[in-house]
């Protein structure tokens, strides 16, 4: 038998035509399928007119430490053994990482199926600077930790990418307001590729204001970067004059951190003015 090898199939994000002739030969070929649903594994090939010769094995979150150990195995039986994820790039907040690290310290040979991936399928129709970002994953899910993690993006000069839940959207776009302020530019992809694909392009206000309504289908943002930082001094000087003509300190960090996009992030401008006052 010939050596066996890893293969990291790219799947298309909604239209089967996106798939790649290496991806249709390998499904039709490769000894063992190891897919994140192996009913969409299958309902895929039944599209692109291809028959799974192999084995489907499911490999997903919950039960891909479990799957290594045998995957390894028919690997160094010589099997070729193909990962594909439900739509998009393996490992890219998908299943796979386990197993590419376990052929990686074995030896074993790891290849790459390259095709369409939600990440820069987004970053290329959103509009924003696209030669340096960064990608993010899924946003937190716990208010609190959502809330931290977009503090850390209040300085991010790179553009931003990450995955939501549609029925987050809402609530992470409103905390997004908050702590990076309600023009900072954003673009919101919904159901790329799919029939009712649609691209929004605005401020975070004007995104967060859409997504009230709620929302259906897969989501990517992009995110714009951080203009320079504005003087923290001066801000903070800002925030005091309009605390001391009567408006409340967390109502004048936010005004202010709407008129200096980017600066810095509304929590840390009031701990901030907080310190300044002791």
Known sequence: ???????????????????????????????????????????????????????VVSLFDANEAARVPALLADIEAGATVLVVSDAGMPLISDPGYRLVVACAEAGLPVSCLPGPSAVTTALAVSGLPGEKFCFEGFAPRKAA?????????????????????????????????DELGGQRRAVVCRELTKTHEEVLRGTLAELAEWAVGGVLGEITVVLAGATPRADLPALVAEVTRL???????????????????????????????????D
Do not use: H, N
């Open 243 to 277: 605390a001391a003509e009567g408006m409340r300190v967390k109502d004048a960090c936010a005004q202010v951190i709407s008129a200096a996009p980017g600066s810095v992030s509304r929590r840390e401008l009031y701990d901030a003015v907080l310190r300044a006052r």
């Open 145 to 177: 930790a959502r809330r931290a993690w977009l503090a850390t993006l209040a300085g991010e000069r790179r553009t931003c990418v990450f995955f939501e839940s549609p029925r987050r959207l809402a609530d992470c776009l409103r905390d997004a307001v």
């Open 1 to 55: 038998m010939p050596d066996g090898r890893l293969l990291l199939g790219a799947t298309p994000l909604g239209q089967p035509a996106d798939a790649s002739p290496r991806l249709i030969a390998a499904l039709g070929t490769a000894d063992v399928v190891a897919a994140e649903d192996t009913r969409r594994v299958r309902t895929l090939a039944k599209a692109l007119e291809v028959q799974i010769a192999g084995k």
